[in-house]
C-alpha cells in the first residue's frame, strides 16, 4: 500500500513538474484520448475533464472546425464536442445549428443569412443541412464568430475526424447526435477511421432505451443527456419510490451496457458560495443518487453569443435554427412530477465546476482555469501518456 501511494505520488509530481515546465502545446501533445475517456466515467474531485463546445473558436477560426480543435489542444483542453448533423444525402456534417444559414457563405439572391433579423428572404439565406446535398454542403465556405466568410471550405464529418486523428491525435472527442439514423451512422464511421479509443457519442436520454441501445451503438462508447424535459417521459409512477430514484435507477441501466462512459445531467438550479456549490431540487437529488452509485456525471456551462455589433452587449443565445438571440428562461421546463425550473444559472462557471465531473462549455478556457485554481486538475498524470 505505501509503495502505491508513493508511486501515485511520483506520477502526480511529475505531471505537475511537466505542467510548470512544459508549454501549452508540448502538454496537450502528452494527453492520452483513451486515458481521457476512462477519466470521464470515473469521478475525480482532484481531476474535472474540461470538453471544448464546437472547439475553442474565435474570429477568423470557426467552429467545429479543425482550426477550433487544435486551438483547444494549443489552449492545454483534452476534449472537444462536435455537433452532427445530416445531410439530405445521409451523410454526417459537423454543424451545430439545424440550419446552415449562420455558420455558411449559403446565399439567397446574394444575401447572407443575418442571425439578428427577420424575414422571408432572410429565412430562405437559411436552409437546414437536412435539405440539403453533399454537393451543395461541399461548394460552402464556413463563417466564423463574427459572421465573416473564413477561408475554411465546409466538409464533412468523416474528412474532420480524420483530420484530428492525423493532425491532434491526443484530442478527445464527444460527437453531440440529434437522431437515431446518426447514431448508427457515428458508431460505423468510429469503427471505420478505428477511433474507438478517442471518440464518444453523446444523444438524448428519450432516443434509446437502455437495452435497445447496442444495435445503434455497435459498443462503442456513448453518454446519454437527460435534461427536465425528458423526466416525465421515462417516468414510472411507483408510490413506493420517490421520483428522483426511479430516474436514478433508470439512468444506472445504461451503465449495464458496453461503452457506457458518463450521463449528462442538465440541471440547471445552484445554491452557495465560493468553492462551496450544490444543485438543488429534484435534479439535486438525481444527481446525489447517481453520484451515490459512483457514476459519473456532467452538464453544460451555456457562453453568451456573438453580439450584432462591438457596440451591443452580449445578450442571448443562438437559437436551433441560427437566429439570435433567446434567453435561456426561455426554456425552463414544467413538469408532473418533478417541479417546475425557476430560472437557470449554468452560467455560473464556478458552480458548475464544483458540482460536476465533467465540464462542457463554449467557454473551455475558462474552466480550465477554475479547476486549475482550485485544485481540480491535481491528479492531471491521470490522463497523460
Given at each position: 500500500?505505501?509503495?502505491?501511494?508513493?508511486?501515485?505520488?511520483?506520477?502526480?509530481?511529475?505531471?505537475?513538474?511537466?505542467?510548470?515546465?512544459?508549454?501549452s502545446?508540448?502538454?496537450?501533445?502528452?494527453?492520452?484520448?483513451?486515458n481521457?475517456?476512462?477519466?470521464?466515467g470515473?469521478?475525480?474531485?482532484?481531476l474535472?475533464?474540461?470538453?471544448?463546445?464546437?472547439?475553442?473558436?474565435?474570429?477568423?477560426?470557426?467552429?467545429?472546425?479543425?482550426?477550433?480543435?487544435?486551438?483547444?489542444?494549443?489552449?492545454?483542453?483534452?476534449?472537444?464536442?462536435?455537433?452532427?448533423?445530416?445531410?439530405?444525402?445521409?451523410?454526417?456534417?459537423?454543424?451545430?445549428d439545424?440550419?446552415?444559414?449562420?455558420?455558411?457563405?449559403?446565399?439567397?439572391?446574394?444575401?447572407?443569412?443575418?442571425?439578428?433579423?427577420?424575414?422571408?428572404d432572410?429565412s430562405?439565406?437559411?436552409?437546414?443541412?437536412?435539405?440539403?446535398?453533399?454537393?451543395q454542403?461541399?461548394?460552402?465556405?464556413?463563417?466564423?464568430a463574427?459572421?465573416?466568410?473564413?477561408?475554411?471550405?465546409?466538409?464533412?464529418?468523416?474528412?474532420?475526424?480524420?483530420?484530428?486523428?492525423?493532425?491532434?491525435?491526443?484530442?478527445a472527442?464527444?460527437?453531440?447526435?440529434k437522431?437515431?439514423?446518426?447514431?448508427?451512422?457515428?458508431?460505423?464511421?468510429?469503427?471505420?477511421?478505428?477511433?474507438?479509443?478517442s471518440?464518444?457519442?453523446?444523444?438524448s436520454?428519450?432516443?434509446?432505451?437502455?437495452?435497445?441501445?447496442?444495435a445503434?451503438t455497435?459498443?462503442?462508447?456513448?453518454?446519454?443527456?437527460?435534461?427536465?424535459?425528458?423526466?416525465?417521459?421515462?417516468?414510472?409512477?411507483?408510490?413506493?419510490?420517490?421520483?428522483?430514484?426511479?430516474?436514478?435507477?433508470y439512468?444506472?441501466?445504461y451503465?449495464?451496457?458496453?461503452?457506457?462512459t458518463?450521463?449528462e445531467?442538465?440541471?440547471?438550479?445552484?445554491?452557495?458560495?465560493?468553492?462551496?456549490?450544490a444543485?438543488?431540487?429534484e435534479m439535486g437529488?438525481?444527481?446525489?443518487?447517481?453520484?451515490?452509485?459512483?457514476?459519473?456525471?456532467?452538464?453544460?456551462?451555456?457562453?453568451?453569443?456573438?453580439?450584432?455589433?462591438?457596440?451591443?452587449?452580449?445578450?442571448?443565445?443562438?437559437?436551433?435554427?441560427?437566429?439570435?438571440?433567446?434567453?435561456?428562461?426561455?426554456?425552463?421546463?414544467?413538469?408532473?412530477?418533478?417541479?417546475?425550473?425557476?430560472?437557470?444559472?449554468?452560467?455560473?462557471?464556478?458552480?458548475?465546476?464544483?458540482?460536476?465531473?465533467?465540464?462542457?462549455?463554449?467557454?473551455?478556457?475558462?474552466?480550465l482555469?477554475?479547476?486549475?485554481?482550485?485544485?481540480?486538475?491535481?491528479?492531471?498524470?491521470?490522463?497523460?501518456r
Open positions: 500500500m505505501r509503495n502505491s501511494k508513493i508511486s501515485q505520488y511520483a506520477l502526480s509530481l511529475v505531471s505537475t513538474l511537466a505542467f510548470l515546465n512544459v508549454g502545446v508540448a502538454l496537450a501533445e502528452n494527453y492520452n484520448p483513451s481521457v475517456l476512462y477519466a470521464l470515473h469521478p475525480d474531485a482532484r474535472k475533464i474540461i470538453t471544448s463546445h464546437r472547439g475553442q473558436y474565435s474570429a477568423g477560426c470557426v467552429e467545429n472546425s479543425i482550426c477550433s480543435v487544435r486551438a483547444a489542444a494549443a489552449a492545454d483542453i483534452e476534449s472537444v464536442e462536435i455537433d452532427v448533423k445530416e445531410s439530405k444525402d445521409g451523410t454526417l456534417w459537423p454543424f451545430h439545424m440550419n446552415v444559414g449562420r455558420v455558411t457563405n449559403y446565399t439567397y439572391e446574394g444575401r447572407l443569412f443575418n442571425p439578428f433579423t427577420e424575414g422571408v432572410n430562405l439565406a437559411n436552409p437546414a443541412v437536412a435539405s440539403l446535398t453533399d454537393r454542403l461541399n461548394t460552402l465556405k464556413l463563417r466564423d463574427d459572421g465573416n466568410v473564413s477561408q475554411y471550405w465546409a466538409s464533412d464529418l468523416k474528412t474532420l475526424l480524420t483530420n484530428i486523428k492525423n493532425l491532434t491525435p491526443n484530442m472527442v464527444i460527437l453531440d447526435i437522431t437515431s439514423s446518426a447514431v448508427a451512422r457515428s458508431a460505423d464511421l468510429i469503427r471505420e477511421l478505428n477511433m474507438g479509443s471518440v464518444v457519442m453523446k444523444f436520454v428519450g432516443m434509446f432505451a437502455p437495452e435497445n441501445i447496442l445503434s455497435k459498443g462503442y462508447r456513448f453518454t446519454p443527456t437527460v435534461y427536465m424535459g425528458d423526466l416525465d417521459r421515462i417516468y414510472s409512477h411507483d408510490p413506493l419510490r420517490t421520483p428522483a430514484l426511479v430516474i436514478a435507477d439512468l444506472h441501466r451503465t449495464q451496457v458496453a461503452g457506457y458518463y450521463v445531467l442538465g440541471g440547471k438550479e445552484f445554491r452557495g458560495s465560493g468553492s462551496n456549490w444543485l438543488t431540487g437529488e438525481i444527481l446525489f443518487l447517481l453520484k451515490y452509485r459512483g457514476m459519473a456525471v456532467g452538464n453544460f456551462v451555456p457562453v453568451l453569443e456573438k453580439a450584432p455589433d462591438a457596440r451591443t452587449a452580449r445578450s442571448g443565445y443562438y437559437r436551433s435554427n441560427g437566429s439570435c438571440c433567446a434567453s435561456l428562461n426561455d426554456y425552463l421546463t414544467q413538469t408532473r412530477w418533478f417541479g417546475t425550473e425557476q430560472r437557470d444559472d449554468r452560467t455560473n462557471m464556478h458552480a458548475q465546476v464544483s458540482v460536476f465531473n465533467n465540464i462542457l462549455t463554449d467557454n473551455g478556457a475558462g474552466a482555469q477554475i479547476a486549475r485554481s482550485t485544485g481540480a486538475r491535481a491528479d492531471l498524470y491521470k490522463i497523460i
